[in-house]
């Protein structure tokens, strides 16, 4: 079994910052991308970040600037560094994984957690 554990979120005022982490535990013997996405309420799921193994990282137009994805590979975890949160920015953020549990290569999801932004 692989989980991934989400911790960071909470309620700050515009122009604050707020740091997300996610760690993976369990079966894991390959981490490929790990990255984060979020959804508003009515809206669809969407990407924020993703960060490979080897340190590529990609970034919605919306949150470029602002937003820092890194990874520790050693601990499994991998943080988003928010600053500069807008009101929009509120949703609930999923930390995602590609990973290999020696068995096959899998997405896992984290429970999500809650970011709100108020202005």
Not at 7 to 23: D, I
Not at 53 to 59: E, H, I, L, Q
């Amino acid at each position: 079994q692989v989980q991934l554990v989400e911790s960071g979120g909470g309620l700050v005022q515009a122009g604050g910052s707020l740091r997300l982490s996610c760690t993976a535990s369990g079966s894991i013997f390959r981490i490929n991308v790990m990255g984060w996405y979020r959804q508003a309420p009515g809206q669809q799921r969407e990407l924020v970040s993703e960060i490979t193994s080897g340190g590529t990282t990609n970034y919605a137009a919306s949150v470029k600037g602002r937003f820092t994805i890194s990874r520790d590979n050693a601990k499994n975890t991998v943080y988003l560094q928010m600053n500069s949160l807008k009101p929009e920015d509120t949703a609930v953020y999923y930390c995602n994984a590609e990973i290999n549990n020696y068995r096959v290569l899998s997405d896992y999801w984290g429970q999500g957690t809650q970011v709100t932004v108020s202005s």
